[in-house]
């Protein structure tokens, strides 16, 4: 089955600090061709893009909505197929489930934003709380 897997989510307190993994299962994660987005979600809201890093073959840039800028930071695994999210300086406000999307085709971000419909493989989700 090709699917992502995301891992790391957890509760912390505020202020605190975790790191989100995103594996691939079932196929290679090559990001010269893949990009990788992430998303946070709470219940009665929409899926919010909040990283988006662009594949290597599309030269576009790594965009970091307003609420992960200076927070959180998108970095590649010594392993071809994981991607990491950092997340420093976490408040309340950041509690949701957090999803890991791949697109495929050389895709590039946009340098204003993220949108769902443009990816094509997604994890299930890990939940991170941050609460005292």
């Known amino acids: 089955q090709v699917r992502l897997v995301e891992s790391g989510g957890g509760l912390v307190q505020p202020g605190g600090s975790l790191r989100l993994s995103c594996a691939a299962s079932?196929?290679?994660?090559?990001?010269?061709?893949?990009?990788i987005g992430w998303f946070r979600q709470v219940p009665g809201k929409d899926r919010e893009g909040i990283v988006c890093?662009?594949?290597?073959?599309?030269?576009?840039?790594?965009w970091y909505g307003d609420s992960a800028k200076g927070r959180f930071t998108i970095t590649r695994g010594n392993a071809k197929n994981t991607v990491y999210l950092q997340m420093d300086s976490l408040k309340p406000d950041d509690t949701a489930v957090y999803y890991c999307?791949?697109?495929?085709?050389?895709?590039?971000?946009?340098?204003?934003?993220?949108?769902?419909?443009?990816?094509?493989?997604w994890g299930q989700g890990t939940q991170v709380t941050v609460s005292s």
């Open positions: 999307a791949a697109a495929d085709s050389g895709y590039g971000c946009y340098a204003s934003g993220t949108n769902k419909d443009d990816y094509d493989y």
């Open positions: 079932g196929f290679t994660l090559d990001l010269d061709f893949y990009a």
């Open positions: 890093m662009s594949s290597s073959v599309s030269s576009g840039p790594t």
